[in-house]
């Protein structure tokens, strides 16, 4: 079975530090990868996703990621946070059943004003 | 409406009750998926539809969960004898039809709280 692991649970920065959230799957054979971002008191909404191609991807508000095959990573970065970016983000993957997602436990970000 | 939109918010019941959940998908999305939040845990799989087809009920945890959708619109989700563990956020999500390249729009999920 798949699996998504996010192994950063709780994330503070201050504005303007770069970040990085990690995202390892397991799946060895075709992936789609996706993030999503819930920001506090909206729904989960895409942030951006992977199907094939250039194995970065960039997403909306300056977010990217990159897949990385052979470490089975999809980590989000962006190079300068702002206080608006306090969400969650979740990290989810599909492969074998295009009708399952995969979904991480997710990463609380807090970024101090 | 405009987006996804789940009733209740808030579902309080005690251990042994039937709950149900209702999700109302984007208008003309054929595809709907169920999820489960626990506390501190990823979303869980629970269901998926797709018009008229077989739903893919691969992710329901017990036979004491069942979901239908009716006229390929609405949804509800039902769980008989509830337990304490099944408290968590059911949320729901439509796409535009079952392909991944579609987005997932999520509705504002249930809250259930089984005492």
């Known amino acids: 079975a798949q699996s998504v692991s996010q192994h950063n649970h709780h994330v503070i920065l201050s504005e303007a530090a770069s970040l990085e959230l990690g995202c390892n799957y397991s799946?060895?054979?075709?992936?789609?990868l996706f993030w999503y971002v819930q920001y506090p008191g909206q729904h989960l909404q895409l942030l951006l996703k992977y199907f094939s191609g250039d194995p970065l991807v960039k997403g909306i508000k300056g977010f990217e990621a990159e897949f990385i095959k052979s470490k089975f990573s999809f980590n989000l970065r962006k190079p300068s946070v702002q206080w608006s970016d306090t969400a969650e983000y979740f990290c989810a993957v599909n492969g074998d059943n295009f009708n399952k997602f995969y979904f991480g436990s997710g990463t609380k970000l807090n970024v101090k004003p | 409406g405009a987006g996804v939109s789940q009733s209740p918010s808030n579902k309080v019941t005690e251990k042994g009750k039937d709950v149900e959940l209702r999700c109302d998908p984007i208008?003309?999305?054929?595809?709907l998926y169920w999820y489960r939040q626990s506390l501190g845990q990823g979303l869980e799989f629970l269901i998926y539809?797709?018009?008229?087809?077989?739903?893919?009920k691969s992710g329901l945890p017990s036979d004491r969960f069942s979901a239908e959708r009716t006229g390929g619109s609405v949804s509800t989700l039902t769980i008989q004898r509830t337990q304490q563990e099944d408290s968590a956020v059911y949320l729901c999500?439509?796409?535009?039809?079952?392909?991944?390249?579609?987005?997932?729009?999520f509705g504002p999920g249930t809250r259930l709280t089984v005492l």
């Open positions: 539809f797709q018009g008229n087809s077989a739903p893919d």
């Open positions: 999500a439509s796409s535009l039809d079952p392909s991944p390249y579609n987005e997932q729009f």
């Open positions: 208008s003309g999305h054929t595809a």
């Open positions: 799946y060895g054979g075709t992936v789609n």
